[in-house]
């Protein structure tokens, strides 16, 4: 018997097998419930490797879980298979308070990290709404959100380094810090479909000094909108911009009077740093509130009082739980200035579909989701509620936002992906899977819709801006270049001066001079890559609004390819990018939050080129400026590592875009992924030390 | 099968078992609540993986009896789960129905203690007080092997866990009390108490005399709740009769009960007459409930009629007791005594409110599992060296009792009651 070869493997009486057992990892926070084959709770990262590995032999589909608090059926195992639980791994290995890092284990408890975090002074920034059971393994799989994600980021932003368990039962590990492309940030968000996350290196930020909430009623949805947008053109990043509709409020007040104001639309707003900063910051907050049209202003700084303001939000879930069995809890995001938009299409739908949706969101980052209470156990109903959410989601990805702000796509809104993505970037997506999983094995059948399912609408996001001449000139060069040709890719050639070898087709993208969008509506920036940075910098001083590049010579795109700063993540939303094929990929979008799909435009960081040429990339503007390093390091093309050069094939698959940075193989069958990851990454040093 | 309940009474109002078990959404904010889900990272020993199991098997889906079963054994009925949901699931109830559904019979043993408490408890009383005496000779270890090979190893167990087995009851003890005319409450005397712990229902008694006036010892039944969670619901039903027409007997005065297990299920009565036929004594148990409160309820209610803390040099800290924390809410309640009397010396421990493996027959069935949650349990006692450990029902306190004396020898169990009647005494004393 094959299972019991693993049973060996493993720690006693961790394999289980049992009907009963297997039917409670059937399900995870949605809907979708399938019965697992059997089920491994992993008791340290070998246990992971060896049952990787074993289904690698076998070819057996495998599917890590850790709190399965997720909400887009993520861990549900479609296809059987082995469910391996990353619960009982629940070590925090260290904790440097001088370092603001710590090295955990995947199944460790958000809330339990805060905790300890807490004790030196310090906090886990990603919050999000289940932070009391979810794990970091899970947090960071499905790339979490939060409130505070607004000011702090999403879990990608806090996590400097990881150890994978890869689809062949080789261990990786991949830190921020390692040359070339960025694997790191393919494999944080991946929803498990790309191997196992066995080991987080995470960043903790230093607790504020003071913090100051604010709740205030609004006239209108239009009006609470209008003030978060003067809030950020002020300059101020609130730690948290939450709003709530008048439903959800009376919900809740029904329950329990908080004295939450009745108005149409309630922003709760939290502001933290320095004691004068947050006094200042809070005196803005409120005037701009007032001006905005706010009748209802109330403000706390004392805990106590804080958490009074707090309790509606928070209790706001909690209120729609008792209404019936289930909630339907959809996730979509639009650019902000559209929420005002959504809102009405989400009323229309609602109607259309007779169901009544409460509205919760992240009024800051454009994050919005509709709680809609149903009972399962009524088809007709859960069958209208179904259509009434995917019409909504299509709404949002209409309005130029995208289907998952923090949740995932999973299984529910695989198929969705197609409204969102172009036939071409799909494939992409698929030949990324493909490069490291070749069998499908690891999480099989989420994240995009599967072979004969059908999309329904088609794609229907609005056109991505035109390409400029110049940009269409390069897509044709690559078009009718002769086959087998080659590619220089280059900018200012400031990075890399080698000369372009005999024969080789240059593609200069010094002439993609276009700065395509500058929207201070949403504070975001799309950019043709030929731009200079320090043109750009003057430029966008001139309309009183920063970027997060450092001020150097040469082009945008020299600088995203050649990632001489890890902090150029940060702010990377969107990118169009020109493949060797002659495709033209649109990645990302101009929303700042946003897990649907693998996050391909921090992937493409530090590619050298290799990958594809980016065309265009959009980022996040800021009203201050905001800190970068003053001088960068002498850039010098990386080696990549193995999973690199596979991911490489993804996206170029004969090798034909500055094939001498990277050495290229026809085949990698037989090869491990990953090296071991101790001959593996030139810089080791930089992560605090695992105690074993 | 047992005779099972078929419909029980929500935080959202009345349910059939179907329709309760399916108000859990599957969310999973539950999961950190359970000990046994965090000492094992097994979902189907989670409040969540629970509620599925039973909603399956109602729906005909799951047909596995002895995993089922496992995993609804290993439910501590703390109730700490339902605390952390938000549309108050009730889990336990939910998995003592699982149980009753896949229970062929009662064993023999729970079926013989109920009738013997149920027709005569006096005869249960020197059954008891033989056993005692075996174990004081020092006849009851060498039985153990017995005892197991017998099927009885429960028995072998709680032989192996309790230690204090006292000679003489409350009711030997109270024997010369004689009741007031117009008692300020009634002593609802639980088994702990009154049989293993009799120095805790003397504790009460002083205490409670001195806080509320002169009460009354009227030698109540059995609450039934041996049975109704691992016997017949028809012998609880009958007990739970059986103690309603006695309080009816004896005026509207408060009912006071010592051991929050107990009192937590007097609290429930309504919910064994859900039945149409039983409409009148739905009635009469509702009723009945309004009267009983928990001794703990008062220290709290009189916290400030306690004498300020007395100096004893020991940290003192509080163990909820999980029926009087989830199902009845105490938390701050018996704090505030606590505190009051202990003064500075008054610790709060991490997981307080965390159950410590007792839990009724759990800590002589699942041993193991059990001594994982004790051995937690006695880790955050050490971590603030408490020397004296408050808590309110019979369960913790043996529990408790066992976890000290295995590993931590510098702490003692003891019921608030005793530390309210200590303080009180001292005072007089001073």
Redesign the interface.
């Known amino acids: 018997m094959r299972l019991a070869e693993l049973r060996e493997q493993v720690a006693p009486g961790s394999l ?1 097998c ?4 297997l ?7 949605a809907l979708d419930r399938a019965r697992p084959d059997a ?1 491994l ?1 992993a008791r340290s990262a070998e246990d992971v490797r060896r049952a990787v590995a074993w289904c690698a032999a076998w070819q057996v589909p495998f599917i890590a879980r850790g ?3 997720n909400l887009s059926g993520g861990c549900i195992p479609v296809k059987g298979g082995l469910v391996i ?1 990353l ?2 791994l ?1 070590r925090i290995l260290s904790l440097d308070a001088a370092g603001l890092a710590a090295c955990v284990e995947p ?1 460790v ?1 958000n ?1 339990a990290l805060q905790r300890e975090a807490e004790k030196v002074g310090l906090f886990y920034a990603p919050d999000p709404a ?1 932070f ?3 794990t970091i393994g899970g947090n960071a799989a499905e790339n979490a959100g939060g409130p505070r994600c607004l000011k702090y980021g999403v879990t990608t932003n806090h996590i400097r380094a990881a150890e994978v368990v890869l689809p062949d039962g080789s261990l990786g590990r991949f830190s921020l810090d390692d040359e070339g492309p960025e694997l790191l940030s393919l494999l944080v968000g991946a929803e498990g479909t790309l191997g196992i996350l066995t080991k987080l290196w995470v960043k903790l930020t230093p607790l504020p000094e003071a913090t100051r909430t604010i709740l205030a009623g609004f006239p209108s949805i239009e009006a609470a909108v209008a003030c978060v947008s003067s809030i950020i053109a002020a300059g101020i990043v609130p730690r948290a911009l939450e709003a709530m509709d008048r439903p959800t409020v009376e919900s809740v007040e029904a329950g329990r009077p908080l004295g939450y104001p009745k108005d149409p639309a309630v922003l709760l707003i939290e502001l933290d740093g320095s004691r004068a900063d947050c006094a200042r910051e809070a005196a803005e907050v409120e005037r701009l509130c007032r001006e905005a049209g706010a009748a209802a202003v109330r403000a706390a700084t004392d805990p106590v009082e804080r958490e009074r303001l707090w309790e509606g939000r928070r209790g706001a ?3 729609l ?2 209404l019936a ?3 339907l809890v959809e996730d979509g995001v639009v650019p902000r200035d559209k929420l005002p938009d959504i809102v009405r299409r989400i009323q229309e739908i609602s109607a259309k579909h007779r169901v009544k949706a409460y509205l919760l969101f992240h009024a800051g980052d454009g994050n919005i989701h509709p709680n809609i209470a149903y ?3 009524d088809a007709a109903e859960t069958a209208r509620v179904k259509a009434a959410g995917h019409e909504m989601l299509q709404a949002c990805v209409e309005l130029g936002g995208s289907l998952s702000g923090e949740h995932g796509i999973g299984l529910d809104k695989r198929d969705a992906m197609a409204w969102l993505f172009t036939p071409e970037t799909l494939r992409l997506f698929r030949r990324v899977k493909d490069a490291v999983d070749p069998r499908h094995l690891a999480n099989p059948d989420k994240l995009f819709p599967i072979p004969g399912s059908k999309p329904g609408q088609g794609f229907v996001r609005p056109p991505a801006g035109a390409s400029s001449e110049y940009a269409n000139l390069l897509v044709d060069k690559v078009r009718s270049a002769p086959a087998g040709s080659v590619f220089r890719v280059r900018g200012a050639s400031t990075r890399w001066r080698d000369a372009t070898a005999e024969g080789a087709v240059e593609l200069l993208t010094a002439g993609l001079g276009r700065v395509s969008d500058l929207d201070k509506r949403n504070y975001t920036l799309t950019v043709e890559t030929g731009v200079s940075v320090h043109a750009l910098h003057r430029e966008l001083e001139g309309h009183g609004v920063f970027v997060r590049l450092p001020r150097c010579g040469g082009t945008v795109g020299g600088l995203l390819a050649t990632r001489p700063w890890a902090g150029l993540r940060e702010d990377i939303l969107g990118m169009r990018v020109l493949l060797s094929n002659g495709e033209v990929v649109e990645l990302g979008g101009k929303v700042v939050k946003n897990v649907a799909g693998y996050d391909l435009p921090r992937l493409l960081l530090g590619s050298w080129g290799t990958y594809g040429v980016i065309l265009e990339v959009t980022m996040k503007l800021h009203a201050r400026a905001v800190a970068v390093p003053a001088a960068l390091p002498e850039p010098k093309p990386p080696r990549f590592s193995p999973l690199a050069l596979r991911v490489r094939r993804a996206f170029d698959l004969e090798g034909r875009l500055n094939p001498w940075l990277a050495p290229s193989s026809r085949t990698f069958e037989g090869v491990p992924i990953a090296s071991k990851p101790d001959d593996f990454g030139r810089n080791p040093k930089r992560l605090p030390p695992a105690p074993e | 099968m047992a005779e099972s309940l078929g419909r029980l009474i929500t935080d ?1 109002g009345e349910r059939s078992l179907y329709d309760a078990v ?11 609540a359970c000990p046994t ?1 965090v000492a ?5 020993k ?1 409040p ?2 629970r509620n ?2 039973v909603r ?1 098997m109602l729906e005909g ?4 009896k ?3 079963m ?2 609804l054994s290993t439910c501590l009925t703390c109730g700490a789960c339902t605390t ?1 949901c ?2 108050k699931v009730p889990v336990a109830d939910i998995v003592l129905e699982g149980r009753r559904l896949l229970r062929g019979e009662t064993h023999w043993l729970v079926r013989k203690i109920c009738r013997i408490m149920i027709a005569s408890p006096g005869f249960f009383a020197v059954l008891l007080k033989i056993g005692f005496l075996l174990k004081k000779l020092g006849l009851s270890r060498p039985a153990r092997p017995l005892l197991r090979a017998a099927g009885l190893s429960v028995l072998a167990a709680m032989d192996e866990h309790v230690e204090e087995t006292p000679l003489w009851n409350l009711d030997d003890a109270t024997r010369h009390r004689t009741n007031p005319v117009k008692a300020a409450y009634r002593y609802f005397a639980a088994c702990g108490p009154r049989y293993l712990f009799p120095r805790v229902g003397l504790a009460t008694l002083s205490a409670l005399d001195e806080l509320k006036g002169a009460g009354a010892y009227l030698n109540n039944p059995c609450c039934g709740l041996l049975a109704h969670n691992y016997g017949e619901l028809s012998d609880a039903r009958e007990l739970a009769k059986k103690n309603i027409e006695h309080a009816e007997r004896n005026g509207t005065e408060p009912i006071v009960g010592d051991c929050s297990s107990c009192v937590a299920f007097l609290k429930s009565y309504p919910q064994l007459f859900l039945k149409p036929e039983d409409a009148a004594w739905r009635e009469r148990a509702a009723a009945f409930s309004k009267r009983v409160q928990d001794a703990i309820e008062i220290y709290g209610e009189c916290a400030d009629r306690l004498p300020p803390a007395i100096a004893e040099g020991v940290e003192t800290t509080y163990h909820d007791s999980c029926r009087a924390i989830n199902p009845q809410g105490l938390k701050e309640q018996p704090r505030r005594a606590a505190k009051k009397a202990a003064g500075a010396s008054y610790c709060e421990m991490e997981g307080a409110d965390a159950c410590c493996g007792g839990a009724g027959a759990f800590g002589f069935v699942h041993e193991e599992l059990s001594d994982d949650l004790l051995k937690k349990k006695v880790g955050n006692v050490a971590s603030v060296q408490a020397g004296v450990v408050i808590t309110s029902s019979t369960s913790c306190l043996i529990q408790l009792a066992r976890g000290f004396r295995k590993y931590y020898p510098d702490a003692k169990a003891l019921h608030l009651s005793e530390f309210v009647a200590g303080a009180l005494r001292k005072d007089h004393g001073a």
Do not use: W
């Open positions: 289980l049992a009907p009963a057992e039917s409670a990892y059937s399900y995870d926070g089920v709770i709190a399965g608090t639980s619960a009982r629940d199944g408890v809330l289940s009391r059971v979810s879930y909690a209120a739980a008792r069995p289930n909630v009972d399962e156990r | 959202l399916s108000q859990c959404s599957r969310c999973g904010y539950c999961e950190q889900y094992t990272g097994d979902e189907s989670s969540r993986g599925q199991i399956l889906k799951l047909d596995d002895a995993s089922s496992e995993a952390a938000y549309a």
